[in-house]
């Protein structure tokens, strides 16, 4: 498995979630962004989520992040 590396911040209901080892994107709607990493989803679930940028295997999403969920690739 790989390594993984994610970091919120965040202020005034704003957040920034970023996120090392990122493989694709599997979803991208502004409540929900699904991130692939090797064999597990990512799920980022808020508000006005944007990803701006992504590097290499390095994304930001920007947002109200509410909640995470992590779950098996299955495919």
Known sequence: ???????ITG???KNELNLEGCISIAKYETDKIVV???NIELSVFGKGLSMP???D????????IKSLELG???K
Do not use: A, H, N, T
């Not at 498995?1 to 970091?7: A, L, P, T």
């Not at 295997?57 to 109200?64: A, D, R, T």
């Open 36 to 38: 692939k990493l090797q």
């Open 1 to 7: 498995m790989g390594k993984y590396r994610i970091e």
């Open 57 to 64: 295997k390095s994304l930001c999403i920007k947002g109200f």
């Open 53 to 55: 940028v992504m590097v």
């Open 11 to 13: 202020s005034k209901g």
């Open 72 to 74: 098996r690739d299955e």
